[in-house]
């Protein structure tokens, strides 16, 4: 028998938090339904709702579910928002069954990788992780590569069929073709679901007493690693992020060895940032830190080391030790 075509259906929580709505997984949705010539969907959840179904509407996805019946309760919690995409699945027109061969998309961050996993194991669904390309074969196959051993290998996984579920990053399918867009008129849906009592697990959040802004979301990431071995570095660190209304990162070993809470570890088993600017002082560059920041992201490095690996991921290096160029930066800064 053969496997009807997969499609493939963006989920989105557009979170009350000012950033704009980040709707990568939609595009990258419709770039796989139109090398498929089939089709894309997306459900959005969330606060901002409406700012996310204005971005997505020029997408031409062929339908998209908005969940109007709102539980204004806050923080917003991952088994909430999944509780609510997996009503909306069964509730929408023409919804997707559990076992319909379609692939799950999410943006790539630590909210939406959750998500994506906790629906793949609701569904039974093979979780592909944290994509870097994906593709569908003429034979409609999707294949999809991520890296493996912190960066040493790259792993080729083929879907057919679904359901399966995925976090992607901007340009994971290449370009939509915006000769044809819009391709399709897109069809809302508005459904009307509330979070249950108890559907969701209660998450008890403890305060860390952290005054500085938080590394997620922050316009400019300033990173310190092992080579900023004291709480003074760090605490030049701090006060340039605050000069620069950016966010202090730090790098496993920097974490490790307490002069950062693990909260602002960045990399492969930390947070994934896409600042604009991640200025990265006494960080080598190994690829798992690396694999915690943005493609786009401009990385400015400062390392004692000119052959250090990270100057050839910078677009600015400068070599030095960083007790000399951080206060000056900061004599610059105060001026
Ligand atoms: C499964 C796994 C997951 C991992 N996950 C992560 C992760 O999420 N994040 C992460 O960061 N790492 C992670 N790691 C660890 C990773 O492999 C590296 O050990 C780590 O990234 C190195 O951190 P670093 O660059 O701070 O230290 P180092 O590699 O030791 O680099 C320190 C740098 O500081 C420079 N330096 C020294 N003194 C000065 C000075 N005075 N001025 C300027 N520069 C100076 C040195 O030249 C050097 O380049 C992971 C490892 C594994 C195996």
Same mark, same amino acid.
Not at 281 to 286: H, Q
Not at 304 to 309: W, Y
């Given at each position: 028998m053969t496997a009807e075509p997969m499609r493939f259906c963006a989920l989105l929580?557009?979170?009350?938090?000012?950033?704009?709505?980040?709707?990568t997984a939609l595009t990258v949705a419709r770039a796989l339904a139109d090398q498929s010539g089939t089709t894309a969907h997306a459900l959005i959840v969330g606060p901002q709702r409406a700012r996310a179904l204005e971005l997505a509407m020029p997408l031409g996805l062929n339908d998209i579910a908005v969940c109007s019946g709102m539980d204004a309760r806050q923080p917003w919690q991952s088994g909430q928002i999944l509780a609510l995409l997996a009503d909306m699945l069964i509730a929408r027109p023409g919804g997707h069954a559990a076992a319909s061969n379609v692939l799950y998309l999410v943006c790539a961050d630590p909210l939406h990788e959750e998500i994506a996993a906790r629906l793949a194991a609701r569904l039974g669904a093979v979780p592909l992780g944290r994509i870097q390309s994906i593709g569908v074969e003429p034979s409609g196959v999707v294949t999809a590569a991520r890296s493996a051993y912190g960066g040493r290998l790259r792993a080729t996984q083929c879907v057919q069929p679904g359901p399966a579920t995925a976090s992607v990053r901007a340009g994971a399918a290449g370009t939509v073709d915006s000769a044809v867009a819009p391709r399709n008129p897109t069809t809302v849906h508005d459904i009307a679901v509330q979070i249950a009592d108890g559907s969701a697990f209660e998450i008890v959040a403890c305060s860390q007493a952290e005054i500085h802004a938080p590394v997620d979301g922050a316009r400019i990431v300033v990173s310190g690693g092992?080579? /900023? #071995?004291?709480p003074a570095g760090f605490a030049l660190l701090y006060d340039i992020a605050l000069q620069l209304d950016g966010a202090v990162g730090a790098s496993l070993p920097a974490v490790d060895a307490g002069l950062a809470p693990v909260a602002r570890q960045v990399g492969q088993s930390g947070k994934y940032v896409r600042p604009d600017i991640y200025l990265a /002082? #006494?960080?080598?560059?190994?690829p798992q830190h690396m694999a915690?920041?943005?493609?786009h992201t401009r990385v400015v490095a400062i390392n004692?080391?000119?052959?250090?690996?990270i100057f050839g991921m910078s677009r600015i290096g400068i070599v030095g030790d960083w007790k000399q160029i951080l206060p000056a930066l900061k004599r610059t800064l105060d001026e």
């Open positions: 929580f557009a979170g009350d938090d000012k950033a704009t709505p980040d709707i092992r080579g /900023v #071995g004291d /002082v #006494g960080i080598s560059g190994t915690g920041i943005d493609p004692a080391d000119p052959e250090a690996p």
